[in-house]
């Protein structure tokens, strides 16, 4: 079976989690209690992807122990200055009493005026072409402060960061700031991003990685990659699993999506490729390019890479 990764908190972490991004409330609760069904115990849920009630009522309605499920949700880029009240509003969604890990999920604030219901992605755009976000008045190292605050309010095990580059985390970690390290970094890999930079950094501070869009995300070209597709004939499984299986064999978390139950069963299921495979597919690259899914022109991101 796969291998827990250690937090500096102590905490375990299952390297393969059940990721929710891009799912419906209805098709959530299906897929979530499929997951804890195939063996699952780590759900990663986020406030903006508008499911945590559903993730929540399916971790409520599965036979599984709370206590042996690893929940993760995160803070969205318009409560920064509220960390504490954003995560209560978390856990009254999930109608859960504690998550066991709760991340900042962009190193950005948006400003409240944006947090229309429905509408949170939605940022008005200046005539110059640039958006209209607050990046002046609020920086991410006061909201990684805040942060510090909820562990001992019992309401998550463990806090870390998503989508912060190697300077993003180097402002943090500061000495002079005295801050804590974060738990996790939970950012875009695949291997047409291999982040090899950013895991070594997160490496050298203890800092646990988990890769979101590990399959490249909705209609990713390399699940039906020829290479990825021989590999995966040789261990006689699915590309997805070739994927996820890279991922793991680098040292890190991967977060895989599916609503689909025959696919949520079979990306869970461990497979150990040689070194030399591991390499085969680190190569792919060279051939097809790179590519990231989670929009790079998105203006009020690069602000801070
Ligand atoms: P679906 O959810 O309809 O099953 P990522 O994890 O990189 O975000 O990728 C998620 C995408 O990959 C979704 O479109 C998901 O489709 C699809 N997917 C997940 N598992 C598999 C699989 N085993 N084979 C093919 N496609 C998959």
């Known amino acids: 079976s796969h291998p827990d ?3 500096n908190t102590g905490a375990l972490l299952p390297a393969v ?18 997951a804890l069904e195939a063996g699952y115990r780590h759900i990663d849920t986020a406030a903006i992807y ?3 009630g559903a993730v929540g009522r399916a971790i409520n309605d599965s036979k599984v122990p709370r206590s042996e499920i690893f929940v993760t949700t995160k803070l969205w880029c318009t409560q920064h200055t509220t960390p504490e009240k954003a995560l209560d509003q978390s856990l009254s969604r999930l109608g859960l009493e504690y998550v066991d890990l709760y991340l900042i999920h962009w190193p950005v604030m948006l400003r409240t005026e944006h947090a229309v219901d429905g509408n949170l992605l939605i940022i008005p755009v ?3 072409g640039s958006r209209d976000v607050d990046v002046e008045n609020w920086n991410f ?11 001992q309010t019992g309401k998550t095990k463990a806090i870390g960061v998503s989508n912060f580059s ?6 943090i970690l500061r000495p002079e700031l005295g801050l804590a390290v974060p738990s996790v970094n939970q950012i875009e890999i695949h291997p047409q991003l291999p982040q090899e930079e950013l895991i070594k950094f997160c490496a050298s501070e203890g800092i646990v990685v988990e890769a979101y869009s590990p399959l490249g ?12 597709s021989a590999v995966a004939e040789k261990y006689q499984v699915q590309p997805a699993q070739v994927l996820i299986n890279w991922g793991v064999s680098r040292g890190y978390v991967v977060l895989p999506k599916s609503v689909t139950p025959t696919r949520i069963e079979s990306n869970f299921k461990h497979v150990n490729l040689t070194p030399e495979d591991v390499e085969k597919v680190s190569r792919i690259i060279d051939r ?8 790079p022109n998105w203006k009020p991101f690069e602000a801070f890479v």
């Open 5 to 7: 990764f250690k937090l």
């Open 17 to 34: 989690g059940f990721g929710t991004w891009q799912a419906s409330e209805e098709d959530t609760y299906k897929a979530v209690l499929a």
């Open 50 to 52: 508008r499911n945590e």
């Open 126 to 128: 200046r005539p110059d």
């Open 141 to 151: 190292v006061k909201t990684w402060e805040l942060m510090q605050e909820l562990p």
């Open 166 to 171: 190697i300077n993003n985390l180097k402002e």
């Open 217 to 228: 995300s909705t209609g990713s070209p390399l699940l039906t990659d020829p290479e990825i």
């Open 288 to 295: 097809i390019g790179g590519k990231r899914y989670v929009d």
